[in-house]
Structures are given as structure tokens and as C-alpha cells.
């Protein structure tokens, strides 16, 4: 089976913290992408990775930054964490597509609460 | 904006047959349609993909119509656990990104 694990459930954090949020994922995965998840606003994509050291931008990348030095590992970084990054983070993970419709799978979440 | 409409929710009995339907009228030759859930608080969990045929998994079946505008998840014999928000998307690839609908609350009553 798939496994994504993520570092944290529950994150409390002081506006202005730097915010670290890691995920790993044990299948080999090329691509790993980290979304937040809000009600009302369904899943937004922050920013994904499809190779180590490679990037691109989402639909929100603002206020974040990511880090890719390992394949299995994709960090999501708060800059400075501000009250409206308050949010369910989920990471996600999928392989590179074969032509056989390969899907993403999501980690448990991280639920942060800046303060 | 989300590909696919589904019932804002629906409820079932435990033991009989959850049969929840989604609509993707504009799903393209190569779009793959797939079906997550997402308990309370925690990551969504995909269950099943299918392209044109019927597929069948340890968790559930998918039934696809032949015209691909539709389909249907089906819990065999629901649980109690198998209360959730369930989600039908639409990918071409593994790295489109995933949008969620407000999907389909299931609710499964004893």
C-alpha cells in the first residue's frame, strides 16, 4: 500500500513563525504536491514537484516556499505564518502517469492554526 | 472549477448497497474518472479509477456509462465507517492537479 505520512496532525503557530510541514512518501514517487484545504473553497494546489530539486508553482504559491532534496521528501514552508494560513494542509504523492491513469494519494493532514 | 456534479448528500442503511452517482458530461477521451472519500478530519482516500470499463476493487465497484457522461460508485454492503464525503473527479494525468466539488455526503444509518 501507498503510504504519505506527514509530520504533524495539529500545529499551533505564532504569526510571523517560520513553519516547517514535511512529507514523506515511501512508493518511489516522482511527483508530490502540497494543496490546503478550506470549507467552501474545496482543494487548492500551493505548489508541486515532479523530480528532486524541481518546482512549479500552483494556484497559490503566495506567502509559501517548498524544498525537494530527496525524492521521498517535500517540504512546505511558511515563511512567515500569518492568521490566514490557517488551514488543512494535505500533501499528495503519485507516480510518474504510465498511460494507466495513476492517481495522487494524500497523507492524513496537518491542521494549523496560527494565532 | 470542478468537471463533475454529484448529490449534495444522500443516506444509506447498513448492510444494503451505497449507490452514489456523478455526472461528467464534458469528460474528454482521455480523462480518467476517479472516486476519493474523505472522513471527517482526515486526508481523502482514493478508492477506485476507471477509463470506459467497469472496475471492481476490494472497496467498491465503478460502473461507467457506455457514453462515459456518468457513473456510479457502488458500496457493496455499507458500514458505519463508510460515512464520508465522497468526491468524483475527472484527470488526464497523475500530475493535473485534483479538484474537489463539494462532493456527496454520504451518511450511513444502523
Known amino acids: 500500500d501507498v503510504k504519505v505520512t506527514q509530520s504533524s496532525r495539529y500545529l499551533v503557530k505564532r504569526t510571523g513563525e517560520k513553519v516547517f510541514l514535511e512529507c514523506v512518501q515511501d512508493m518511489d514517487h516522482e511527483n508530490m504536491f502540497w494543496y490546503r484545504q478550506d470549507p467552501g473553497l474545496g482543494l487548492r494546489l500551493i505548489y508541486f514537484?515532479?523530480?528532486?530539486?524541481?518546482?512549479e508553482k500552483g494556484d497559490i504559491p503566495e506567502g509559501y516556499s517548498v524544498s525537494r532534496e530527496k525524492k521521498e521528501r517535500f517540504s512546505l514552508i511558511l515563511e512567515s505564518a500569518s492568521t490566514n494560513q490557517t488551514s488543512m494542509y494535505l500533501c499528495?504523492?503519485?507516480?510518474?502517469?504510465?498511460?494507466?491513469?495513476?492517481?495522487?494519494?494524500f497523507g492524513p493532514g496537518t491542521r494549523l492554526l496560527v494565532l | 472549477d470542478a468537471k463533475t456534479t454529484q448529490p449534495t448528500s444522500m443516506d444509506c442503511a447498513e448492510g444494503r448497497a451505497a449507490n452514489l452517482p456523478c455526472n461528467h458530461s464534458?469528460?474528454?477521451?482521455?480523462?480518467?474518472v476517479y472516486w476519493y472519500r474523505q472522513i471527517h478530519s482526515q486526508g481523502p482516500q482514493y478508492i477506485i479509477h476507471g477509463l470506459k470499463n467497469n472496475e471492481t476493487n476490494e472497496m467498491a465497484s465503478l460502473i461507467i456509462t457506455e457514453d462515459r457522461k456518468s457513473s456510479t460508485l457502488i458500496l457493496p454492503h455499507a458500514t458505519l465507517r463508510d460515512t464520508a464525503v465522497y468526491y468524483c473527479i475527472v484527470l488526464k494525468t497523475s500530475y493535473d492537479k485534483v479538484i474537489f466539488g463539494p462532493g456527496t455526503s454520504l451518511s450511513v444509518i444502523p
Open positions: 499528495a504523492s503519485s507516480p510518474s502517469d504510465a498511460g494507466v491513469g495513476e492517481t495522487q494519494y
Open positions: 514537484s515532479y523530480d528532486v530539486k524541481m518546482k
Open positions: 464534458t469528460i474528454s477521451g482521455n480523462e480518467y
